[in-house]
């Protein structure tokens, strides 16, 4: 397969070299350009004006949603460099995004992390966010829409702090012709190239088809990260009242085999890293171990998925407009590795050297087969209330899940915990053959009508409402490596309600104070594709009481949006050991998030948001207390700021962005503050007639940082037994040069 893959690069470069060659040439007799056209303002987009499908199906605007939402389009990804989702995302207030160690990209948002943010591909829930969000490339993207809160009132289980929807690039009705470039050459021999194409097929028909390849050796020796992705669609316009559109999207990935560094006493680190991190266990990061990797030769973690849907658009009469989506979601995804590793201080446990790494928790293996169909249907109508304008759509949904995980070990005779390497010349070595554990089939059906309704009452105020109702059934076998059942097998059926209500109120024209109450059901968590089984998996709950204002001021000039949150959570499902998860309590987290962008003049443009969040474990009812603790990889505050100034006489746009994260708490304990860190980034772009070559540093100041911090490899929840430490590192200084051309 990677030679397929490294023909099809080698041959996309040599193509995009020769098509560009051919274009500068031909425009070095032209003359210079008339008139400089900007690579893209979000402000200049008017966002708040713009509709999104993760707030509302009812074609809201964001002024006219009463909860907080963003969207990161395309040409704003592009021209401030976000080659991945996480980029994007983080770049919002108070979103924080990481990777578990060798694990899909993940977000904090509103005090709560992993799968307890939903992921949508394109508006639909296809699995648990920490499985689905893979390293997605964004050439391939239209846009990213961030709604933030519980919602599981329009997406179903889980979206406790939010929904990040990703939105490939499809075909539209009178799409032009046209043709997309881009390549790209980075430090650590990163580089991307991709071509996109799209247009007419007929009067009536008319097409989109994209394709990228994004690799990098990465900044620890042997990470190693690649994604290749094909997105593709045709629309049909059978009729001015009937449209099919048909989509897919292919993704194949090897996620950064890297699953962190380290800690040691700071008495055995040669550098150590005080200004990254502090514990209260006396250990710290060495500096010297910065770049190195301790996992094996042949680890691998890696994923082929398949995402098909069809959608069909039909309007019988008048304001109804009739839709239904049927899809079908395939992956398969690997993990092989020497997961934890343990600096050794004595002879104990799984500790057999002084003073050397033992590699623990020994060489495990999780290989999932992932086979999801559903359709969803849904009728809206448009129509006057007793003289007050009203929209209410209706629908269902049913999903079915075949799921099997296999599990197991590395070989040895006779079985032993790991083994140990010199924590500054680590050998490679071999993962061995593999030793199956068990089989978990697992089927998972849903089904659930909903409704949502606007109700304008009048010019200024408005109603939004949405109801929920969702049956689920879980059954779980699980067979261990003979194939006999085990007694953890189970059976689980659930049904809830959810909901929400919220208003706006316009003050002006396009400024909007709104209100909003919202609530989320999760009876199943990422974790049915962890354990094996038997454990309490309770519904969870939690609601959400959110205001806000938002407003388009200075003759649209400015955006500027403002939100106060409080959350609740109860009966919190979460990981607790290898194979094992319960309900472990409570928590809540209240904030403030604020965002601006200002168009100060023709050339400069300033974009800034900040966010304060305050979260703690409310209760606990695991065998820790933790009740009055910080969650992990929630700070306090974050801050984001950028601008950029495109120059009158040359087609020239110089920029720069700011961002903070606080001091963040790295366990469940509290026993270890992830310092802050501030990262600058700069870049400058040229463009010419198609043509936009760009050179952009991250990390400028070349910090040193975490990133994120996984629990589960932290130990802390069984202080009896030796568990792996390590902490994952942010990237370093790193540089790029693209070409990006649209004909």
């Given at each position: ?34 008139e400089i056209v900007v690579v893209a303002e979000i402000v200049d987009e008017l966002e708040l004006l713009q509709p999104s499908d993760a ?134 021999d990163t580089y991307q190239v991709g071509v996109g194409a799209g247009g007419s097929l007929s009067e009536s028909s008319w097409y989109r ?334 609601e959400q009481w959110e205001i806000g204002l938002k407003a388009i001021l200075a003759e649209n000039k400015i955006e500027a949006t403002v ?181």
């Amino acid at each position: 397969m990677k030679r397929v893959f490294s023909k099809i690069k080698h041959g996309m470069v040599i193509f995009l070299a020769c098509l560009f060659s051919s274009q500068l040439v031909a425009g070095a007799e032209d003359e210079i350009i008339e008139e400089i056209v900007v690579v893209a303002e979000i402000v200049d987009e008017l966002e708040l004006l713009q509709p999104s499908d993760a707030a509302s199906r009812l074609g809201l605007s964001l002024l006219e949603t009463p909860a907080t939402v963003e969207v990161i389009d395309g040409s704003t990804m592009q021209a401030r460099g976000y080659k991945q989702v996480t980029d994007a995302v983080q770049s919002l207030p108070g979103v924080v995004s990481g990777e578990s160690p060798a694990a899909p990209s993940t977000f904090s948002m509103r005090g709560f992390t992993r799968s307890q943010i939903t992921i949508l591909r394109d508006g639909l829930w296809v699995g648990p966010a920490n499985m689905v969000m893979r390293p997605q490339n964004t050439f391939n993207l239209d846009r990213i829409e961030v709604l933030r809160g519980p919602n599981s009132v329009l997406h179903g289980q889980g979206a406790v702090a939010g929904t990040v929807n990703v939105v490939p690039k499809t075909a539209e009705v009178g799409e032009p012709d046209t043709v997309d470039f881009i390549a790209s050459l980075g430090r650590y021999d990163t580089y991307q190239v991709g071509v996109g194409a799209g247009g007419s097929l007929s009067e009536s028909s008319w097409y989109r088809f994209d394709i990228s390849q994004r690799e990098s050796d990465g900044y620890v020796d042997r990470m190693e990260p690649s994604s290749l992705n094909a997105t593709g669609s045709i629309l049909w316009q059978a009729s001015d009242t009937l449209s099919v559109k048909l989509n897919f999207d292919y993704l194949d990935d090897e996620l950064a085999d890297y699953w962190g560094t380290p800690l040691m006493p700071v008495g055995s680190a040669q550098k150590p890293m005080h200004d990254v991190i502090s514990t209260t266990t006396g250990e710290t990061l060495d500096h010297a171990t910065r770049f190195l990797n301790y996992n094996v030769n042949d680890s691998r973690a890696e994923s082929d998925q398949l995402f098909l849907r069809a959608d069909i658009e039909w309007m019988p009469i008048e304001n109804l407009t009739i839709k239904n989506t049927l899809y079908k979601f395939d992956a398969d995804r690997e993990w092989l590795n020497a997961e934890g590793y343990v600096f050794c201080t004595e002879v104990i446990d799984v500790c057999t050297e002084v003073g050397e790494i033992q590699r623990y928790y020994g060489y495990f293996f999780v290989f999932h087969d992932q086979d999801l169909i559903g359709n969803r249907f849904t009728a809206q109508y448009d129509f006057d209330f007793n003289g007050m304008g009203n929209s209410l759509l209706g629908g269902f949904e049913a999903t079915s899940l075949d799921f099997e995980r296999t599990r197991g070990f590395r070989r040895s005779e006779p079985q032993v915990p790991g083994d140990s390497v010199n924590p500054y010349a680590p050998i490679p070595g071999l993962y061995g053959p593999e030793e199956l554990r068990g089989v978990s089939p697992t089927d998972i059906n849903t089904r659930a009508v909903f409704l949502e309704n606007a109700l304008k009452v009048n010019d200024r105020f408005s109603l939004v409402a949405a109801f929920r109702y969702e049956e689920l059934d879980l059954d779980r076998d699980n067979l261990n490596s003979d194939g006999i059942l085990e007694g953890s097998s189970f059976e689980r059926d659930f049904d809830w309600t959810s909901w929400r209500l919220g208003s706006v109120l316009k003050l002006a024209d396009n400024v909007a104070v709104y209100a909003q109450y919202s609530d989320a059901k999760d009876p199943v968590n990422a974790n049915i594709f962890l354990v094996s089984g038997g454990e309490n998996l309770d519904l969870t709950d939690a609601e959400q009481w959110e205001i806000g204002l938002k407003a388009i001021l200075a003759e649209n000039k400015i955006e500027a949006t403002v939100a106060y949150f409080d959350i609740e959570r109860d009966d919190v499902l979460e990981q607790i050991g290898v194979d094992r998860a319960a309900n472990v309590g409570g928590r809540e987290s209240n904030g403030v998030e604020i965002s601006a962008t200002w168009a100060a003049s023709e050339q400069l443009k300033f974009g800034v948001n900040a966010a304060h969040t305050d979260a703690e474990f409310s209760r606990s009812t695991n065998f820790q207390n933790f009740a009055g603790n910080t969650p992990p990889n929630v700070p306090e505050r974050t801050a984001n700021f950028w601008t950029r100034y495109n120059f009158s006489t040359v087609p020239l746009t110089l920029g720069a962005a700011l961002r903070y994260v606080d001091d963040r708490y790295g366990d469940n304990a509290n026993n270890i503050t992830l310092n802050s860190y501030s990262l600058i980034d700069a870049f400058a772009s040229w463009k010419h007639k198609s043509v936009v070559v760009n050179a952009r540093v991250n990390n400028l100041a070349d910090e040193d940082y975490v990133s994120w911090s996984d629990v589960f490899y932290l130990g802390q929840n069984d202080p009896s037994f030796i568990y792996a430490n390590q902490l994952l590192l942010g990237s370093p200084r790193t540089y790029e040069v693209s070409i990006a051309a649209s004909f």
